[in-house]
């Protein structure tokens, strides 16, 4: 299991991600997303649970991209909106919002770095990246 940092507002989460064959997915306990304040809360639930929890540094995932997602301003790099979609799309609830054909090509775009992407697909992409965010905060849980 890695650790993800995810930062929302002022609240700074620290998250277990679980790589498995199929999927990259948050750690869930019945549904819900165990998030901690601090890395020693991940670790011993992960040690608790039989987790090995790796020693890389985590990942960090704005959940509002510094204000895009929620004000469309300012321009977050490709990279930072990938970090988001990626923590996103395998998820069970929040990952619906992603699962449209013309959002699949966004994300082939997106992952390909094209230049236009947010021109292409940046409003339509904002939007079901709040909706799937939404679904996620529902979820996190602070042990």
Same mark, same amino acid.
């Given at each position: 299991? +890695?650790?993800?940092?995810?930062?929302?507002?002022?609240?700074?989460?620290?998250?277990?991600?679980?790589?498995?064959?199929?999927?990259?997915?948050?750690?869930?306990?019945?549904?819900?997303?165990?998030?901690?304040?601090?890395?020693?809360?991940?670790?011993?639930?992960? =040690?608790?649970?039989?987790?090995?929890? #790796?020693?890389?540094?985590?990942?960090?995932?704005?959940? !509002?991209?510094?204000?895009?997602?929620?004000?469309?301003?300012? =321009?977050?790099?490709?990279?930072?909106?990938?970090?988001?979609?990626? #923590?996103?799309?395998? !998820?069970?609830?929040?990952?619906? =919002? #992603?699962?449209?054909?013309?959002?699949?090509?966004? +994300? !082939? !775009?997106?992952?390909?770095?094209?230049?236009?992407?947010?021109?292409?697909?940046?409003?339509?992409?904002?939007?079901?990246?709040?909706?799937?965010?939404? #679904?996620?905060? =529902?979820?996190?849980?602070?042990?």
């Amino acid at each position: 299991m +890695y650790e993800v940092l995810i930062v929302d507002g002022e609240h700074r989460w620290h998250a277990g991600w679980v790589i498995e064959p199929d999927a990259d997915l948050l750690l869930a306990v019945g549904g819900r997303i165990p998030v901690w304040t601090t890395r020693a809360g991940l670790e011993h639930h992960a =040690q608790e649970h039989g987790f090995d929890l #790796l020693d890389d540094l985590p990942d960090e995932v704005d959940l !509002d991209l510094g204000g895009w997602i929620s004000a469309g301003t300012p =321009q977050p790099s490709t990279a930072e909106v990938s970090e988001l979609w990626h #923590l996103l799309i395998d !998820d069970p609830v929040a990952g619906r =919002q #992603l699962s449209s054909a013309s959002l699949e090509d966004a +994300y !082939d !775009d997106l992952t390909d770095d094209e230049p236009d992407w947010f021109e292409r697909h940046g409003a339509a992409s904002r939007k079901a990246l709040a909706d799937a965010v939404a #679904l996620l905060r =529902q979820r996190l849980s602070p042990m």
